[in-house]
């Protein structure tokens, strides 16, 4: 199974400035990793595919990067909507699997 | 419209079996893979099932194989999971996505598994 390690767990950062998530994979996914944004009592909105294209909708600040065992999501200039749990996935694997990192929580600083 | 509509959820004794659906409708749902994604209270979430859209690939976590079983009936643009076995550790809320790099998620149907 690939596992998926999303740090920080808690990520704390002040409206209007910029937050960078991580995401390291135990093997390569190549570009097949995916971001998605939670929030309470929401089912989670996909923000990122292919590791670094915007899903439809989805404003420009947020962006993705990386390949292979490395990946970052940036939100360059927070919002208050943009407080959330993010999730990385990978989707490499299918069909034998597809994991999910176990999230970053965002909060306001 | 896009909408994703899971139902079958309920209270389940350990051991017994479930079985939950989603209702597509929005899109061409014989046209793309389907998942089912659970989240245990307070928790991240978690890959369950996938199918392709032909059914030809089926994949499940380990955690599942060999308990649940999911299929899916693209003249009634519905996915199914059959649950059975049931364990308290399966007390989640459970969604259905799919569509175009996993765009389109349904609101849940939750899951309870207790005596």
């Known amino acids: 199974e690939i596992v998926m390690t999303q740090s920080p767990a808690t990520l704390s950062v002040s409206p209007g400035e910029r937050a960078t998530l991580s995401c390291r994979a135990s093997?390569?996914?190549?570009?097949?990793l995916a971001w998605y944004q939670q929030k309470p009592g929401q089912a989670p909105r996909l923000l990122i595919y292919?590791?670094?294209t915007r899903a439809t909708g989805i404003p420009a600040r947020f962006s993705g990067s990386g390949s292979g065992t490395e990946f970052t999501l940036t939100i360059s200039s927070l919002q208050s909507e943009d407080f959330a749990v993010y999730y990385c996935?990978?989707?490499?694997?299918?069909?034998?699997?597809?994991?999910f990192g176990q999230g970053t929580r965002l909060e306001i600083k | 419209e896009v909408q994703l509509v899971e139902s079958g959820g309920g209270l389940v004794q350990p051991g017994r079996s479930l079985r939950l659906s989603c209702a597509a409708s929005?899109?061409?749902?014989?046209?793309?893979?389907m998942h089912w994604v659970r989240q245990a209270p307070g928790k991240g979430l978690e890959w369950v099932s996938g199918?392709?859209?032909?059914?030809?690939?089926?994949g499940y976590a380990d955690s599942v194989k060999g308990r649940f079983t999911i299929s899916r009936d693209n003249a009634k643009n519905s996915l199914y999971l059959q649950m059975n076995s049931l364990r308290a550790e399966d007390t989640a809320l459970y969604y259905c996505?799919?569509?175009?790099?996993?765009?389109?998620w349904g609101q849940g149907t939750l899951v309870t598994v207790s005596s």
């Open positions: 996505a799919g569509g175009s790099y996993w765009a389109y």
């Open positions: 929005g899109f061409t749902f014989d046209d793309y893979a």
């Open positions: 199918i392709s859209w032909n059914s030809g690939s089926i």
């Open positions: 093997q390569s996914v190549s570009s097949n």
């Open positions: 292919g590791a670094s």
């Open positions: 996935q990978q989707y490499n694997n299918w069909p034998l699997g597809i994991t």
